[in-house]
C-alpha cells in the first residue's frame, strides 16, 4: 500500500508563492504518475497539473499554466507543486495523487489515480 502526504500549504497574500510537497511510503514507489488536485467546498476536484514519473513530462491545466511548477524526486519519492502569483482563485484543498499505468486521457480526471493524500489548504487573500 502507498501513503500519500502532502504538505507546505498556508495563507498567504496575492502575488504570494507556496511551494506544495507530496510525499509517499509504503511499498516501492514507482508510478506512473503522479498528479495534483485541487477542490473547493461543493465543487468537484480539479485537475491542476501532472507528471510521468519516469519520463519527466509535465502537464499543466490552462488556469496554472505558467505559473505553477509541478516536479519530482525519484530517489527521494517526492513530488512538489510551486505555485507562484497566486491568486484568490487559487484557493483550495490541494490534494496530490499517484496512480499505475492508465491511458493518458484518464490522467485528468479524479478516478484516473489510485492513491491519495489527505490535503493541504490553500488560502490566497486579496
Known amino acids: 500500500q502507498v501513503q500519500l502526504v502532502e504538505s507546505g500549504g498556508g495563507s498567504v497574500q496575492v502575488g504570494a508563492s507556496l511551494r506544495l510537497s507530496c510525499a509517499a511510503s509504503?511499498?516501492?514507489?514507482?508510478?506512473?504518475?503522479v498528479g495534483w488536485f485541487r477542490q473547493i467546498p461543493g465543487k468537484e476536484r480539479e485537475w491542476v497539473a501532472l507528471v510521468l514519473w519516469g519520463a519527466g513530462n509535465t502537464y499543466y491545466s490552462e488556469p496554472v499554466k505558467g505559473r505553477f511548477t509541478i516536479a519530482r524526486d525519484n530517489a527521494k519519492n517526492t513530488a512538489s507543486l510551486l505555485m507562484n502569483d497566486l491568486r484568490p482563485e487559487d484557493t483550495a484543498v490541494y490534494y496530490c495523487?499517484?496512480?499505475?499505468?492508465?491511458?493518458?486521457?484518464?490522467?485528468?480526471?479524479?478516478?484516473?489515480?489510485?492513491?491519495w493524500g489527505q490535503g493541504t489548504q490553500v488560502t490566497v487573500a486579496s
Open positions: 495523487a499517484a496512480t499505475a499505468p492508465r491511458p493518458s486521457g484518464s490522467l485528468y480526471r479524479e478516478n484516473g489515480y489510485d492513491y
Open positions: 509504503g511499498r516501492s514507489f514507482d508510478p506512473f504518475a
